[in-house]
Structures are given as C-alpha cells and as structure tokens.
C-alpha cells in the first residue's frame, strides 16, 4: 500500500510504500520548508491495517478453536464495534451469521 505524505504548503507531496518507510529513516517534517507531514490517505491505511489484524485473529481462532467455535466466538461479542467487521471477513469467507 502507498502512504502518501504532504505539508501543509504542499511543497514536495510524495507517496512511500510501507517497505521503503521501514528501510529509511524516519521523515516528520518536509526538507523545504520545515513543516510537519501529514499522512493524506490515512483512513486508508488505518482500515487496511485493523482488516489485515482482524483477518489474522479469525485465522488463529478457527485453528485453535474451529470454525463453530470461532463463529460462536465472533456471535458471542455483537455488541462490540469490531463485530461487524469480523461478520464481514466471515460473509467474504463464504460464511453467514445469524
């Protein structure tokens, strides 16, 4: 995924992937004119990461658990906000629940 950076004054916008940004060293403030980056796309990036860890729990889950007791699992906790996305990777995985 590309993160894609910007200063306020738009001076040098750029987009880094997440390998590049964890083989270089850390960039907070634009070279031309010192003001802090802002990350453009960061609601995307944070979704991607929050699906990618949800995706890893359910995987742990249906081998520690098994599928039934994984879907119980994820049934058991429908007043939680991250139930729907767990419902989500379910429906995507060809599974409905209740």
Known sequence: MKIKFYCKNHCAD?????EELKSEKV???C?????KLRIMNLDEVVKQDIYTQAKEYLDRWVRE???EGCIELVERHKNQACYRIYKEIL?????KLK
Request: proline residues 0%; hydrophobic residues 35%; negative net charge.
């Open 14 to 18: 750029f987009e880094k992937t997440e």
């Open 27 to 29: 960039i907070t403030h």
């Open 65 to 67: 658990l098994g599928l």
């Open 91 to 95: 429906k995507e995985r060809g599974f």
């Open 31 to 35: 070279a031309f004119c010192g003001e």
